[in-house]
């Protein structure tokens, strides 16, 4: 087996405290059957998976539900004992893992307040997001509200790693299947739709984006998008100056839960290789081991393959040269 060097960009952890607040909610996990791969995980657990699939760093985030269940003081407290556990895993082991630090919103002023405290004190990665906050009504990531936000993280040139979520007008439409299953293609979708054309991703260049699972449902649109982009040339010029394959093709995609020649094959055709990253969702799917045979089996050669395990994460986590 060759040495571990793959870099997963799309890697949960679930500490404790988290577990508790799910648990306090009424459930483990919203999702039907989800509950083990959250009650289960331990650093332990990781490790093991990430040897086995030749993994060397894993950069940890909490997965959805997220952070806030409608108590302000609540969220900012479980965001920031997250991170710290976050932390605490990277000081342990600094080449093993990394974190994309959670965040209280649609919370603004703490929000604020806690990229400071992740990226100067914990000195994580980057930040986690999710794709729609519920604030006055769903609020997906180019909506004005998170203008503050978007304008710190651009400040400082933040890596920003967007996971999906359900969008609450469309949870739970279909018993018995999971929401995750469509919901969270379709919201990562709504989420990159507002930021392109809502003009945000064009106003935030110095934001570096990680959409999760190909860019959802937007490679199967991409036609959609570019003759929408077509009809108000004004509005649209106003929006993205540079035009919308621009700002689509600097964002970056991981492949997690993804690895089908199909999406991977649509991904493909749009976006190059340079920006598609290496990622397992762990603890969810079959396991990474399994993952790296997936995407092995989505046609890349073996200088592109070894780019999405490693080099192009590199360009943006250069700490795990």
């Given amino acids: 087996m060759a040495a571990p060097h793959r870099i997963d960009v799309h890697h949960h952890f679930v500490p404790q405290i988290y577990k508790d607040a799910l648990i306090a909610l009424g459930s483990a996990c919203p999702e039907p059957g989800y509950q083990p791969p959250i009650a289960n995980w331990t650093v332990e657990r990781s490790l093991d998976q990430m040897d086995a699939a030749?993994?060397?760093?894993?950069?940890?985030?909490?997965?959805?539900?997220?952070?806030?269940?409608?108590?302000?003081?609540?969220?900012?407290?479980?965001?920031?004992?997250?991170?710290?556990?976050?932390?605490?895993?990277?000081?342990?082991?600094?080449?093993?893992?990394?974190?994309?630090?959670?965040?209280?919103?649609?919370?603004?002023?703490?929000?604020?307040?806690?990229?400071?405290?992740?990226?100067?004190?914990l000195k994580a990665d980057g930040i986690g997001l999710y794709t729609d906050y519920e604030s006055g009504g769903v609020k997906f990531l180019g909506d004005a509200t998170f203008a503050p936000i978007l304008d710190e993280l651009n400040r400082r040139q933040t890596l920003v790693f967007v996971h999906p979520t359900s969008c609450i007008c469309c949870s739970r439409l279909q018993p018995g299947i999971a929401d995750a299953i469509i919901e969270y293609g379709t919201d990562t979708t709504r989420t990159i739709a507002s930021l392109v054309f809502g003009g945000a991703a064009a106003r935030y260049p110095n934001i570096s984006w990680i959409f999760c699972h190909a860019g959802g449902t937007m490679p199967y649109l991409i036609q959609r998008f570019i003759d929408f982009s077509g009809r108000d040339t004004g509005a649209m010029k106003a929006a993205m100056p540079q035009g919308l394959m621009h700002e689509l093709t600097r964002f970056y995609y991981d492949l997690a839960q993804t690895a089908h020649p199909g999406p991977v094959a649509a991904l493909r055709k749009i976006i190059p290789n340079s920006h598609i990253l290496f990622g397992t969702d762990y603890p969810y799917g079959a396991g990474c081991a399994d993952q790296v045979k997936q995407i092995a089996a989505c046609g890349f050669s073996a200088a592109e393959l070894a780019a999405v395990d490693r080099a192009n994460a590199l360009t943006l986590l250069p700490r795990f040269a």
């Avoid at 950069?59 to 959805?64: D, G, H, K, L």
């Avoid at 003081?73 to 893992?97: H, S, T, V």
């Fill in 54 to 121: 030749g993994i060397a760093s894993a950069i940890v985030s909490v997965t959805t539900p997220g952070i806030h269940f409608g108590n302000d003081a609540a969220a900012r407290n479980l965001a920031r004992q997250c991170n710290d556990a976050g932390a605490r895993m990277m000081q342990d082991r600094p080449q093993r893992f990394g974190l994309f630090a959670a965040l209280p919103l649609p919370d603004i002023d703490a929000s604020l307040e806690e990229i400071g405290y992740a990226l100067d004190q």
